[in-house]
């Protein structure tokens, strides 16, 4: 037998994975030994402790989480979760068991042993929390590898207090990844309060964060919690960040630092606890550059960056979210379970979804309702898609472009862009009678966009949202 603290414990059923990692291993100097089972390392740990065990999650028997969640407490050094599904809730559940990392199968030889090399080099670092596991509510989907390094970093800082800054355009899913974070977390049974900067009127938005008191301002007749106050224990997800106004960034950048606020027009101070995650569509680099964003705010919100590929860019998981979305929205609204056909979603994942995910949802709520046979075909798609061939509309187009331009007219892009927005925008609004997330809905695209498309033509109004 074979030193036991200076063994590395392989756990897995697939003998030809535990064979080509354990050769790996023996490869960079290291003594291993494999297991086949979870009861088989459990037996074995009646005399031996490893100082590092590699465990699959499902295996026949005692699965790979269980058998982690057993070992706490038992002198077994760090353990690295190996598996192929890689799903937030597996992985998150993984390091709430005490993972402390996470290998996502097919993976890399080298990968792993750099990963077993980093763990042991970091022994006194092993210890996690384990919080009781609640299922999760958040439904984030997707396979692909950009996918599942973000799943792989929900995982991995869900359980921390880090701020963290969410990025990537329209609709790719930053809500929901801030979600996945509070549900992922200890926080997950306090209040998960989401406020939008960019709807809301920036004469507003300092109450609708710090709260007021009654008779602070004209209108504000009783004293009303603000978001931070809504949020205590929980987290706070402060969506668009980059359209804070400079002032309200200033304060909440003190509250931040300091923990502590006052309601406007309040003398007394208020202590938060409170885990800030934001987001933006926006290159806060860029704003901070421009003297729009402060750089320290930036610094201290940007702790953990997720960053959400577009759609376009990570074109493997559009077959998997349409069909989840069909059949969401077939049950949804009652309505008989439609299919793709192949065709249909191999047309689907080339389009390039500028609306990403949530264009994707709308078009497959679209076809569950107006795709007339059960099978849907690559034909139907063009007639619910907005494509080019949507009409005469770009023949006029074309002759006010030319016209234009033989006129000397710069800039004509953007002027097109705006009357192409406003004109849609306010066709959305009148059929659905001013009700805006509907507006946006039917446009596919978010309420965000829509309200700072609205922004961007007219003052806003100082009334609710
Ligand atoms: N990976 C995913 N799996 C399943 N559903 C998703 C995924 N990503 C996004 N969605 C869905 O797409 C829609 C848009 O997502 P979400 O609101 O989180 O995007 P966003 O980036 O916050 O958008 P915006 O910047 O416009 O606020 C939601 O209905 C969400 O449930």
């Known amino acids: 037998m074979t030193e036991p603290r200076a063994e590395i414990w392989i756990a897995d059923d697939d003998r030809g994975v535990r064979f080509v990692l354990a050769e790996a291993l023996r490869d960079a100097g290291l003594n291993v030994r494999e297991f086949g089972s979870g009861d088989e390392v459990r037996a074995a740990l009646r005399d031996a402790r490893p100082a590092l065990l590699l465990t699959d999650v499902r295996m026949p028997g005692e699965d790979g989480l269980t058998l982690l969640s057993a070992l706490k407490n038992q002198g077994v050094g760090p353990v690295i979760v190996m598996s192929a599904y890689t799903d937030v809730a597996t992985t998150a559940a993984a390091y709430r068991a005490g993972a402390v990392d996470y290998l996502a199968k097919p993976f890399d030889l080298d990968q792993a042993v750099a990963a077993v090399q980093r763990a042991l080099a970091d022994v006194p670092a092993a210890t996690a929390v384990a919080p009781p596991p609640a299922p999760p509510t958040h439904a984030l989907l997707g396979e692909s590898p950009a996918m599942r390094e973000v799943f792989r970093l929900i995982g991995r800082v869900a359980a921390s207090d880090l701020n963290v800054l969410i990025t990537g355009e329209t609709g790719t899913g930053k809500e929901l990844v801030a979600r996945a974070l509070h549900e992922e977390s200890a926080r997950r049974d306090k209040p998960f309060v989401a406020l939008n900067t960019a709807a809301i009127p920036s004469e507003l938005l300092e109450s609708e964060l710090f709260g007021h008191e009654a008779g602070a301002f004209t209108g504000a007749t009783r004293r009303h919690a603000g978001r931070f106050e809504q949020a205590?224990?929980?987290?706070?997800?402060?969506?668009?960040?980059?359209?804070?106004?400079?002032?309200?960034?200033?304060?909440?950048?003190?509250?931040?630092?300091?923990?502590?606020?006052?309601?406007?027009?309040?003398?007394?101070?208020?202590?938060?606890?409170?885990?800030?995650?934001?987001?933006?569509?926006?290159?806060?680099?860029?704003?901070?550059?421009?003297?729009?964003?402060?750089?320290?705010?930036?610094?201290?919100?940007?702790?953990?960056?997720?960053?959400?590929?577009?759609?376009?860019?990570?074109r493997s998981d559009i077959a998997l979210l349409a069909q989840h979305f069909l059949a969401a929205a077939a049950r949804e609204l009652k309505l008989p379970a439609k299919r793709f056909s192949k065709a249909a979603l191999k047309?689907?994942?080339?389009?390039?979804?500028?609306?990403n995910v949530r264009e994707l949802e709308n078009l497959c709520r679209r076809l569950a309702v107006i795709a007339p046979g059960m099978e849907i075909l690559p034909a139907d798609l063009g007639n619910s898609a907005a494509s080019s061939s949507a009409g005469g509309w770009t023949d006029g187009l074309r002759e006010w472009a030319v016209q234009a331009l033989a006129d000397g007219e710069v800039d004509i892009h953007t002027r097109a862009r705006e009357a192409l927005d406003q004109t849609l925008l306010q066709v959305a609004l009148e059929a659905h009678e001013g009700h805006r997330q509907h507006a946006a809905a039917a446009l596919g695209v978010g309420r965000n966009t829509l309200t700072r498309k609205l922004g961007a033509s007219r003052p806003r109004r100082p009334s609710k949202p």
């Open 232 to 314: 205590e224990g929980g987290t706070l997800f402060l969506d668009e960040i980059g359209d804070m106004p400079l002032a309200l960034q200033t304060r909440l950048l003190r509250v931040l630092a300091g923990g502590e606020f006052y309601r406007v027009g309040g003398r007394e101070l208020i202590r938060g606890n409170v885990r800030i995650i934001a987001a933006t569509h926006q290159d806060l680099d860029t704003r901070v550059a421009a003297g729009q964003f402060r750089a320290d705010l930036k610094h201290r919100l940007d702790v953990v960056r997720i960053e959400l590929p577009a759609l376009r860019q990570r």
């Open 347 to 355: 047309a689907i994942a080339q389009r390039d979804f500028p609306g």
